[in-house]
């Protein structure tokens, strides 16, 4: 009864949001902040609880929803991003217009998010899936500009995915009579192991679109970067990994664990491939992303990359592995909403620069800014005290343990890739020399640095005591049928080794107060200016100091002869030829009427023909 | 017989016009003749050679001999259709020819693709 | 009360509408839409009671073989009943859409309601040279109707469509001539009852007749040429007609000689196949198409495709899908053409590009547009949702992978549609335009309230389709069972 209340909470909230705009623009920001935190605080209390509520009936399908762990888990992680963006609007979006449609669709995806992951049947799961895809497509054009090919891109391979998922779960209701999640997964172990692969493969095609995995990623980098920056935060945080939420539901819920471990044989058993494009996907677009010159470009390619992580995690199908994985996920939406917020800010100050060619020293001007990106940063690399390092720990825990050298060495090159996109990233924006234009620029607003602290806070509290979400990631892994894990508060007991961050904390809190000491006790601090400084002899005006024109420039022309999106060339071929196909097919309809008439008079003689020769019918 | 092999013959020599022929005019009458032929062939089917009114009109006459009936009144309400058709038609000539000066259909193609 | 009726008073009205132009000019207008109001409460109250049991009207009072009958069953009435909303939507929108320059339309309103007469008469008849007449009554009016503008766009679409609909309509009067040649008799029922007893190969040669003649209504593939010329050039009004009633009057008869005259379930494989290329045919036509109109008629000919499709399954899902399907398009497809009509007339072109940034000019009725789109797409919460779903589990429902192939090439249909309808709603919203053109306004009340309602039709059956499901099962089972039919028609 209470998870009914709460979804039309959040759907109702949005319409009455849209409505209250109308009415007066204080009222909804006001509003849409209300109902973010209502739900955050609706939610919280469902931690713990289990709940299975039957709510409505489709074409004689009784749609469910429940909460358990899982699901509770992920809505709200869902809901704090909504928050963070919808509060981070409140500034960012002030000069725009048709604010009401903004909120609004903001709202809805929000709420096609949480009844995506509260919903207990395939059915439901499926309409709100839908629902959250066209709104989501919606605020992905909402840029204008190039922003609308970006919406396409994004809402025909989206479609793509949803008519798979359709056909896979009409498909299952033709053989089982029913869409409940768990009536499936008790009855689908007796059928065929080709039919669970026909239907795995839909499944994994319709949420591999949604998650961008390759070779479905090319929608995603120009979506994430035309996107408003605040949604971007949710597109990528969490709308993205509704993909990952599905492919935990279907390889560990329906499916279950002994099944999906069983499918195929040796090199080729399927989690074992799976582990694979999980690699893939990590080494490839996290290099590309190193030669992004777009801010919002270079973290949507990130987004992709740390895909690959959580789906390498998932599919070993070990208890670290599962854990690592899904912890991935919550450690991926605070960094790189985070990371995304501050470009967010950024783009606000500079009146919407994204180029990383042209900021630069942005950290004296916006230090809190300049911290939430390092922790961001930090976060995304890995960094030991955040807490993208306890999942990337897990997972090569996992991979060495499985003995999966050559899985471990892709996800260690990622983390190369990742360090040096990142260093560009920080650089090109903070460090260097200020251009001139920005010489007044102020630090972002309070509404706009609240989310960034926030977040920030929330990666290094994670980082120091990953035991907090741990231990509902470590039931989530119970509840599917993986043995428990030794979590503490503190960090983790593996059978390979202890990981105690309280005690690395405590040894780099001490060391770094021992150098502290030691360089304040040292000489005194000189400070060198830097026009004080020479280039073979000669003085170099200030405004010629810019060295974040062209990074990894030598790199970059080494493999530029390999630097082709192939899988996006092919998409658009496909779509270029569909479009030639269409001109052509509609030469049919050539204007001339004897030719219609013609075609009238063949169509009887061709039926007349085939009755007497053909004998089809 | 020879009632249905000349309403054949006529709705194809319709067909054929409308299928050939460049000018509206001449697909009207193409059309024209397909609908007689087609009013023949109705015709045809109930006709008795050398039979009778279908009315009792004195007595001793052979039910048997009587022409159908209702063919006769599925022509008259087909001639009616045929005849609303073609004034439709003609009336629309008028106004395609105000309009493109020709009614060469070869040349009217704006509407396609 | 009368079933009859449901044809009378449009038909009389009809009539009566160049009369009162004597009395009052201005009242004319409102004639239409009185008459289907009349009509929507004759169906709905005649509803519950064919449910039951079909009512059969005998005109001239002899038992059923001698005398035309009307056979009023749940399919008739759900027809009738779609015929008389749209019509009645389409014709309030018509107060301030059609004339407006001063010149008397009472032509339009008259041929307006005897298109319509025309399509009751068409599905509520039980004779098939009756179905003929009525056939005619509705081409005829609609050809006039295309051409009613007088321009040039129109003039030429019309005659093209009267020269291939009058070569469909010969074909079947030919047929109904071989009938009646074999069978003695123009009654339904009486030919289904005795359509064993003849030689199968004498039979064909009327079906295929049939069939195409009524293609050519119905737009099936290299039947249809005339569809997106007729129907992008003509009034907006009447477009929404053509595309929401008049094709399906022409897939009604079909399925009605079908199943029920010939019970030739042996074609239903050809047939599927014919629904499956013209599926594709028009969705990939519709593709790469920059006249709105144009791409609205060619998602037509799709959906056509689609409810061909659908209808040829030939189990009680499948075709009571294909019926959802119907009630899907004839709603979402008359509500995108009303809905594009007044953005046309403020843009002035029909160039999907002219219609950049309509979102803010004419809100309401861009929303309407897009969700029009959406319920055609088949998104949730829309009504499209609940006919394709259906559609797809009739097809996996058949469980041999002929049918399973058929679902994907239906779902790739729809990728393609989605692909260009969400292009023409990113257009309307998302597209930057030259301001100043201070000429465009939202369309007036009069036109947005049948838009609304229609809105209001397409989402509430898209959140309980269950108002309708039930109905469509008994109309699927007047459609499948030949006997019940016969028997309802002969047996009192």
Redesign the interface.
């Known amino acids: 009864m209470n998870l009914e209340i709460l979804l039309s909470i959040a759907f109702g909230g949005a319409f009455l949001t849209y409505i209250f705009g109308k009415i007066s623009r204080r009222l909804r920001d006001f509003f849409s902040v209300f109902i973010s935190l209502i739900l955050t605080i609706f939610l919280s209390y469902f931690y713990g609880k289990f709940e299975v509520v039957p709510y409505f009936s489709f074409l004689g399908i009784p749609l469910i929803l429940r909460i358990n762990t899982l699901s509770w888990f992920f809505a709200i992680t869902i809901q704090l991003i909504t928050t963070f963006s919808v509060i981070f609007s409140l500034s960012y979006m002030k000069e725009k217009e048709r604010l009401d449609f903004y909120y609004f669709m903001m709202l809805l995806v929000n709420a096609g998010m949480l009844g995506i992951v509260l919903a207990a049947d395939l059915l439901s799961f499926y309409i709100f899936w839908e629902i959250m895809s066209w709104s989501a497509f919606l605020l992905i054009s909402y840029n204008r500009g190039t922003a609308l090919e970006a919406g396409m891109k994004y809402i025909v391979m989206s479609i793509i995915g949803s008519m798979c998922m359709l056909v896979a779960m009409i498909s299952l209701y033709t053989n089982y009579g029913t869409l409940n999640i768990s009536q499936i997964s008790s009855q689908i172990s007796s059928a065929s192991s080709g039919y669970i692969l026909f239907i795995f493969i839909l499944l994994l095609v319709a949420f591999g679109i949604k998650n961008a995995t390759w070779p479905f990623h090319t929608w995603l980098p120009p979506a994430h970067s035309e996107a408003p920056s605040p949604f971007s935060a949710v597109l990528s945080g969490i709308l993205v990994r509704m993909g990952m939420y599905g492919f935990l539901i279907i390889f560990y819920v329906i499916l279950g664990l002994k099944l999906f471990l069983n499918l195929g044989k040796g090199l080729c058993s399927f989690h074992y491939i799976l582990a694979w494009v999980g690699a893939i996907n990590i080494v490839i677009p996290t290099f590309i992303a190193m030669f992004q010159n777009d801010s919002k470009r270079l973290l949507a390619w990130h987004g992709i990359g740390q895909g690959g992580y959580m789906v390498l995690g998932i599919a070993i199908g070990t208890s670290l592995g599962i854990v690592g994985g899904i912890f991935h996920i919550v450690n991926h939406t605070s960094y790189i909403a985070l990371l995304f917020l501050v470009v967010g800010a950024i783009e606000y100050r500079t009146k919407g620069v994204r180029d990383l060619n042209s900021l630069g020293g942005l950290i004296k001007k916006m230090p809190i800014t300049f911290l939430g990106a390092l922790v961001g940063a930090c976060g995304l690399i890995g960094v030991p005290l955040t807490n993208g390092f306890v999942s990337k720990w897990l997972i090569y825990k996992t991979l060495i343990l499985k003995g999966y050298s050559f899985l471990a060495f892709a996800a260690l090159i990622g983390t190369w890739g990742t360090i040096l996109s990142l260093y560009k990233f920080i650089h090109n924006i903070f460090l260097g020399q200020l251009p001139e234009k920005y010489k007044d620029i102020e630090k972002a607003p309070f509404s706009m640095q609240f989310p960034i602290i926030i977040l920030s806070l929330i990666i290094i509290l994670f980082g120091i005591l990953p035991g907090i979400p741990l231990k509902v990631v470590n039931s989530i892994g119970v509840s599917f049928g993986f043995k428990s894990l030794d979590v503490n508060i503190w960090g983790i007991i593996s059978e390979t080794g202890i990981l105690n961050l309280v005690n690395i904390f405590t040894a780099i809190l001490v060391s770094l107060i021992f150098f502290w000491i030691i360089f304040r006790s040292g000489a005194e601090r000189v400070k060198i200016l830097q026009d004080n400084s020479y280039a073979a002899g000669s003085y170099i005006p200030k405004d010629k100091y810019n060295y974040t024109v062209e990074f990894y420039q030598p790199l970059f022309r080494m493999i530029k002869p390999y630097f082709r999106d192939f899988i996006d060339e092919f998409y658009s071929k496909i779509v270029e030829t569909g479009r030639r196909l269409s001109d052509r097919i509609r030469k049919v309809y050539c204007g001339d009427l004897g030719y219609y008439v013609t075609y009238i008079v063949l169509f009887l003689a061709i039926l007349i023909a085939i009755k007497l020769w053909g004998k089809i019918w | 017989m020879i009632y249905y092999i000349g309403a054949l013959g006529l709705i194809f020599i319709g067909l054929f016009i409308i299928m050939t022929r460049h000018n509206l005019i001449k697909m009207i009458i193409g059309l024209n003749i397909m609908d007689t032929g087609v009013n023949l062939f109705l015709i045809s089917i109930g006709y008795i050679r050398k039979g009778t009114a279908p009315i009792f009109s004195k007595p001793g006459i052979n039910p048997g001999a009587m022409v159908d009936p209702t063919p006769q009144a599925l022509v008259l309400t087909a001639i009616v259709i045929g005849v609303a058709v073609i004034a439709m038609a003609l009336s629309l000539a008028i106004r395609l020819y105000q309009h493109y000066g020709t009614l060469n259909m070869r040349k009217i193609k704006e509407q396609r693709w | 009360m009368n079933p009859v009726l449901l044809i009378v008073i449009p038909l009389g009205f009809a009539f009566f509408i160049p009369l009162l132009g004597f009395i009052s000019r201005k009242a004319e207008k409102f004639i239409p839409s009185l008459a289907l109001l009349i009509n929507i409460i004759l169906s709905l109250s005649l509803l519950p009671s064919v449910m039951r049991k079909p009512i059969i009207v005998l005109l001239g009072g002899f038992p059923p073989p001698f005398c035309i009958n009307l056979f009023v069953g749940p399919v008739g009435v759900i027809f009738s009943l779609i015929i008389a909303i749209v019509g009645f939507l389409v014709s309030i929108y018509a107060w301030s859409y059609i004339g407006g320059d001063g010149k008397r339309e009472e032509k339009y309103h008259m041929l307006y309601l005897l298109l319509l007469a025309g399509a009751t008469g068409v599905v509520l008849t039980g004779d098939i040279?009756n179905l003929f007449?009525f056939y005619?009554i509705l081409c005829?009016s609609s050809?006039?109707l295309v051409?009613y503008l007088?321009?040039?766009?129109g003039?030429?679409?019309?005659?093209?469509y009267?020269?291939?609909g009058?070569?469909?309509?010969?074909?079947i009067?030919?047929a109904?001539?071989l009938l009646?040649?074999q069978f003695?008799t123009?009654n339904m029922a009486d030919i289904a009852q005795n359509i064993n007893t003849i030689n199968p190969l004498h039979l064909?040669?009327p079906l295929?007749?049939l069939?195409?003649g009524l293609?050519?209504e119905a737009a099936i593939f290299?039947?249809n040429?005339?569809l997106?010329?007729a129907h992008?050039?003509a009034p907006s009004t009447i477009s929404a007609i053509l595309s929401g009633i008049a094709i399906k009057i022409g897939i009604y008869a079909m399925a009605r000689v079908v199943f029920t005259i010939f019970g030739a379930y042996?074609?239903l494989?050809?047939l599927i196949l014919l629904g499956v290329i013209t599926l594709l045919?028009g969705e990939?036509?519709a593709?790469?198409?920059n006249n709105i109109k144009r791409m609205l008629a060619y998602s037509s000919i799709g959906q056509m495709g689609l409810i061909l499709l659908a209808l040829s399954i030939g189990t009680v899902e499948g075709i009571s899908s294909g019926l959802f399907q119907i009630f899907t398009h004839a709603f979402s497809k008359s509500l995108l053409f009303l809905a594009a009509g007044y953005m046309i007339y403020q843009a002035g072109s029909l160039k999907i590009s002219s219609l950049e940034g309509m979102g803010?000019k004419m809100p309401l009725s861009s929303l309407a547009f897009s969700i029009g789109a959406?319920s055609l797409?088949g998104?949730?919460?829309f009504m499209g949702?609940?006919s394709?779903?259906?559609i797809?589990?009739s097809l996996?429902?058949k469980?041999n992978s002929l049918f399973?192939t058929l679902?994907?090439i239906v779902?790739?249909g729809?990728?393609?549609e989605?692909?260009y309808f969400?292009?023409v709603i990113?257009r309307l919203?998302?597209?930057?335009t030259a301001e100043s053109e201070g000429g465009v306004k939202e369309a007036p009340v009069g036109a947005l309230l049948p838009m609304i309602f229609l809105v209001v039709l397409i989402i509430s059956i898209g959140v309980y389709?269950?108002m309708i499901?039930g109905i469509l099962n008994s109309c699927a089972g007047e459609l499948l069972n030949r006997l019940e039919y016969i028997k309802a028609v002969f047996g009192g």
């Not at chain 3, 003039?155 to 093209?160: C, N, P």
């Open positions: 040279f007449v005619e005829i050809y006039a051409a007088g321009e040039k766009a003039v030429e679409s019309a005659s093209k009267l020269i291939q009058s070569v469909g309509s010969t074909l009067l030919i109904i001539g009646y040649g003695g123009l064909f040669i295929v007749l069939l195409t293609g050519v290299p039947l040429a005339w997106p010329d992008s050039s042996q074609i494989l050809f045919v990939l036509s593709f790469s198409q803010k959406f797409i998104l949730p919460p949702f609940g394709k779903f259906m797809i589990r996996l429902e469980g399973t679902a994907g779902l790739v729809t990728v393609i989605g692909a969400f292009k990113q919203y998302f597209k930057e389709p269950k499901t």
